[in-house]
């Protein structure tokens, strides 16, 4: 059973950082890319970063320049700095990851974590 852990989020003051992790767990057989989706109260989810096996990087134009995506292959983890932080950026924070489990290592299926909250006051 694969899993997605996140680590907790929390509430800071605009302008201040926050990092948050998660990680794929479970019988793995390749991650293809893993990243951060976001959902705001009333809005619907939206894509914040995400990050390919290979390394390439692509970002919502909202967090170009504040936010960095990075990863650990080897542990499964990928990786969120936010900094700059604006009261727009709270909202639930996704983890999201495109894999091969071991049990199916020819198709590919998307997972989710259970979201962590970030919540930022101006």
């Known amino acids: 059973q694969v899993q997605l852990v996140e680590s907790w989020g929390g509430l800071v003051q605009a302008g201040g950082s926050l990092r948050v992790s998660c990680s794929a767990s479970?019988?793995?057989?390749?991650?293809?890319?893993m990243g951060w989706y976001r959902q705001a109260p009333g809005k619907q989810r939206e894509l914040v970063a995400i990050m390919t096996s290979g390394g390439s990087t692509n970002y919502a134009d909202s967090v170009k320049g504040r936010f960095t995506i990075s990863g650990d292959n080897a542990k499964h983890t990928v990786y969120l700095q936010m900094n700059s932080l604006k009261p727009e950026d709270t909202g639930v924070y996704y983890c999201?990851?495109?894999?091969?489990?071991?049990?199916?290592?020819?198709?590919?299926?998307?997972?989710w974590g259970q979201g962590t909250q970030v919540t930022v006051s101006s």
């Open positions: 479970g019988s793995i057989a390749s991650i293809n890319a």
């Open positions: 999201n990851a495109d894999l091969r489990p071991m049990r199916r290592p020819l198709t590919t299926t998307t997972y």
